[in-house]
């Protein structure tokens, strides 16, 4: 289809510099040639912008800023492949959403070259020096969330880079310094602030107590700089440039990888326990994909996604396989209330929310128990597949009373034949991430979310020793580890502080196969924390269950439980519906629930159909 942003004319001097002083790129891609046009400035967005949903016939790109999406987009348009595609997509969103990820931070992707799947783990790893304390103030008790965050303690090394690097140099098509090509350029050149990233700016409360960030976020009279503002980040430009030239190195040893270290030991009230040697020592990691039967609308699909220490695919294919074994698919659709005040659109009814929120429950109290580092935490009965055989599942499904009293609370199950030793992790705040959905025209597919976890991270910005203005935000992941080390007890948790342990995570990149042709079917996922599994799980459940194309399964009202209330997207449900699951004894909490999905489908007639979310500033493109 036509490039729906308009592009302007810009100058290729970036692009010939790097051309002729890089020495990294992959053998296989000497011979490509990426020229890069910026285009147009992204749409203002904040609060519910409806979105039509694209059609395209050979490639396709989902991003959650459209300069993101185009910086993708004209990759593959210059013959490169899914990854090269998504390496200039996550160097654009780490200057335009700075917010949600970027080189400071961790990703997972998840990869399909139409015969195999392999998953790709960038995810942050504690550093050697921390230990399971690491959260205990001087009371001895866990620590407020934001107590932990803020400052250098929550920083764990990043893994974003080397884990793009491994992918490109597997699957890249491109030359890897032409692929930062479109950030540089857009960070010399500078950029439109957002309707949304000026409301983050506005709406937090400690980025502006880091110098760095105080001085490029914000104005001198202490407000953030204007939306439809030009924000430049010349240190940036910078960083990335030695990226492109000497590849992840760049980042994780010498002056780049100093930089990181001064600003994470030097906090002055908070410092982190970060050292040269964990980045020098840092490795992604290569790891077999979950991968699960799921039959819905009488056909048999296969869905892949990442396995521990991410709890995305394991919780999603929990709910849904649980679901299987209930009424649920008997649950049509009914009226519910749009994102535009005084429309109507279709939601799930109060009948099918019980099932569901009653599976998540179930699901969650799994995920606590059982969920971490597969190098450090042993899976029960001896494999995660444990946690998703069907007749486990089964019999999990018969705690649910369908039209009776909510459990309102859940415990762990117990799958395989080894019961754990571990005790359930206390809920923690989970945020942040950004999602990226691409098909490329060489049959490869990838589903890849990335996150610094918190909005603004650790809120500390180094300018990765360049000294100009800008730079770059760091993770505050390690936040993703449990607080408390063990239960009243003494019985430990899995997902407790160690040196050099992953912590637990949500993100569900997820891709989507035909069972018995082994065709592809969909790719997506979503930010939003621990709701990402509730996210994904719908948009999966829309397309395949109901029918749904991938924009109006986006377009369904946000639902879920944690493990406790029973939560609903506020404004999209009628008040019966809310009525109806109080009825069933549940405590119902309706909250704002900011997803950010992004999803691509294979149609009938050989194309691609991509959805992007309405409640932030995403679309899609491709040809």
Not at 66 to 91: E, F, H, N, R
Not at 423 to 436: L, R, V, Y
């Amino acid at each position: 289809m036509k490039r729906l942003l308009t592009s302007v004319a810009a100058s290729a001097t970036v692009l010939a510099l790097l051309a002729a002083c890089s020495s990294f790129s992959s053998p296989s891609s000497q011979s490509k040639q990426f020229s890069y046009t910026v285009p147009a400035q992204p749409e203002a967005s904040s609060g519910y912008t409806p979105k039509p949903g694209w059609a395209t016939r050979q490639f396709a790109v989902a991003a959650a800023n459209p300069l993101a999406t185009d910086a993708g987009y004209q990759v593959l348009k210059a013959g490169g492949s899914a990854v090269d595609a998504a390496i200039a997509v996550q160097m654009v969103l780490a200057l335009v959403e700075p917010q949600s990820s970027g080189i400071g931070g961790g990703a997972f992707l998840l990869h399909s070259n139409g015969r195999t799947v392999e998953a790709f783990d960038g995810r942050e790893t504690a550093p050697a020096a921390a230990d399971e304390k690491l959260f205990i103030g001087a009371d001895g008790k866990p620590m407020t969330f934001y107590d932990a965050v803020v400052g250098g303690r929550s920083v764990g090394t990043p893994g974003t880079l080397p884990m793009l690097e491994m992918a490109h140099q597997q699957y890249g098509k491109l030359p890897w310094a032409q692929l930062f090509v479109p950030a540089i350029q857009l960070a010399e050149a500078g950029f439109k602030v957002s309707a949304r990233l000026n409301t983050l700016l506005k709406d937090d409360k400690y980025l502006k107590n880091d110098k760095v960030a105080a001085a490029y976020f914000y104005k001198p009279d202490g407000t953030p700089v204007d939306t439809g503002s030009t924000l430049r980040n010349p240190a940036l430009a910078d960083v990335l440039r030695q990226i492109a030239r000497q590849g992840a190195g760049a980042l994780m040893a010498g002056s780049g990888a100093q930089a990181i270290v001064s600003k994470v030991q030097s906090h002055p009230t908070n410092p982190g326990k970060l050292a040269l040697s964990d980045l020098a020592d840092y490795q992604a990691k290569k790891r077999d994909p979950i991968c699960l039967d799921y039959s819905a609308a009488g056909k048999a699909y296969r869905l892949c996604g990442m396995p521990p220490h991410s709890s995305g695919a394991i919780a999603v294919g929990q709910i849904l396989g649980i679901l299987s074994h209930t009424n649920a698919a008997n649950l049509p659709l009914v009226a519910g209330m749009g994102g535009v005040a005084g429309t109507m659109a279709p939601a799930p009814s109060a009948d099918w929310l019980h099932l569901y929120t009653e599976a998540s429950r179930l699901a969650f109290a799994d995920r606590s128990q059982y969920l971490g580092d597969p190098d450090f935490v042993q899976p029960p009965g001896g494999n995660w597949m444990s946690l998703l055989d069907p007749a486990y599942l089964r019999e999990r499904a018969k705690l649910i009373q369908p039209g009776g009293p909510s459990m309102k609370t859940a415990k762990p199950g117990v799958p395989g034949t080894v019961k754990t030793a571990y005790a359930p992790m206390p809920e923690q705040p989970e945020h942040g991430t950004s999602h990226i959905s691409i098909v490329d025209g060489y049959g490869n597919a990838i589903a890849m979310t990335t996150t610094i976890e918190d909005a603004f991270g650790a809120r500390l910005m180094t300018d990765g020793g360049t000294g100009k203005a800008g730079g770059f935000l760091l993770n505050n992941e390690l936040t993703d580890f449990s607080f408390a080390p063990t239960d009243a007890d003494g019985k430990l948790v899995a997902n407790r502080v160690q040196a050099g342990k992953r912590p637990r995570s949500s993100m569900a990149p997820t891709l989507v196969f035909d069972k018995n042709s082994g065709q592809f079917v969909m790719s997506g996922g979503s930010p939003g924390g621990a709701l990402i599994i509730h996210y994904t799980a719908k948009t999966l459940y829309g397309v395949l269950n109901w029918g749904l194309n991938a924009q109006q399964a986006i377009d369904l009202p946000n639902f879920g439980s944690l493990g406790g209330p029973s939560l609903l997207e506020e404004n999209r449900f009628p008040p019966a519906t809310v009525q109806a699951l109080r009825a069933h004894g549940a405590e119902v909490r309706e909250m704002t629930m900011t997803s950010g999905l992004q999803a691509i489908q294979k149609t009938p007639t050989s194309g691609f159909f991509g959805g992007a979310d309405p409640r932030r500033e995403g679309v899609v493109l491709g040809d």
